[in-house]
């Protein structure tokens, strides 16, 4: 079973997470600005070929699982880390308010049905990590979810956190490689993006209101990740909390991980036997011939 590559940013195993301890911005000595981004184009070089491995091998998905606040760049560490890969190897899904079909499941299921199969990178924006998160900030969402049981505010999340530890495992001993990221955005540089989006026409559309009101449960959004960190970041299943405040450092923190992770599997294209050897020097003849 495939374990974590080890970083500065992933998540301990052992439960002594605290979100106060791990930083939002980048370290004095870590690239930003252009040598971020230079330094980036090479990782998605090597990314490419890595993905090209793993749809050949056909051995290994790959699900990337995106969680943070509000305006912590997930779209763009999606779009620019995924940028020169082939498309038809990566698929990509953004989770919001589940539907009254999903709704008619078990909270895994939605996601469970969009997981990537072999030789593929799934990516998650969002994720069913939400019921852990947004659902524990604003209980009653719960409500709504008709469960077939009187809910227990004191077990829910146990329970939940537990269900999602065996999904994971399950899916890992199946071949999936899990890798969960955090971007951790401090309260300060959330402000700063959410007034350039007033502020410059061409980002107006993508505020929302609500955005400035979810600002006032920061404190319990952060005691839900610590908390949901805390159960869930294994080795077969890591999570890595991405100081996020420098985008560029984000991006580049994130494709790093991603490519020494897949690097980590031994990736190869197959080697064909020798019967296919002779008919594939058999069709070359054929073709020189033709």
């Known amino acids: 079973m495939f374990k974590a590559v080890s970083s500065s940013y992933l998540v301990p195993f052992d439960g002594t997470f605290q979100v106060a301890g791990f930083p939002t911005a980048p370290p004095d000595s870590g690239p930003t600005g252009k040598a971020a981004k230079q330094a980036l184009r090479r990782q998605i070089e090597e990314l490419d070929d890595l993905q090209r491995m793993l749809a050949a091998q056909d051995r290994y998905s790959v699900l990337l699982v995106f969680q943070a606040m509000d305006a912590a ?13 082939n498309p038809a190897g990566v698929q990509v899904f953004s989770f919001k308010r589940p539907s009254a079909l999903e709704l008619d499941h078990d909270f895994l299921w939605r996601s469970a049905v969009r997981l990537p199969e072999r030789g593929r990178i799934g990516i998650f924006n969002r994720s069913y990590y939400e019921e852990v998160l947004v659902v524990r900030v604003h209980p009653g969402i719960l409500m709504g979810q008709r469960l077939p049981y009187p809910v227990d505010p004191e077990s829910i999340w146990t329970e939940r956190f537990e269900s999602i530890r065996d999904h994971e495992k399950h899916l890992a001993r199946n071949g999936t490689v899990i890798l969960k990221f955090w971007l951790n955005v401090s309260r300060n540089e959330q402000k700063r993006r959410f007034l350039d989006r007033i502020d410059e026409p ?28 805390n159960a869930t970041s294994r080795p077969w299943a890591p999570w890595y909390s991405i100081p996020a405040d420098d985008k560029r450092f984000m991006r580049l923190s994130v494709s790093e991980i991603v490519c020494r992770t897949l690097s980590s599997l031994a990736l190869a294209y197959p080697e064909v036997g020798e019967q296919t050897r002779r008919e594939l020097l058999e069709a070359r003849d054929r073709l020189i011939t033709d």
């Open 202 to 229: 061409e980002k107006n559309w993508k505020f929302n209101a609500g955005d400035v009101d979810e600002r006032e449960h920061w404190n319990s959004y952060m005691k839900a990740y610590e908390e949901a960190l």
């Open 73 to 85: 760049g997930k779209d763009g560490t999606i779009r620019a880390v995924m940028r020169g890969i």
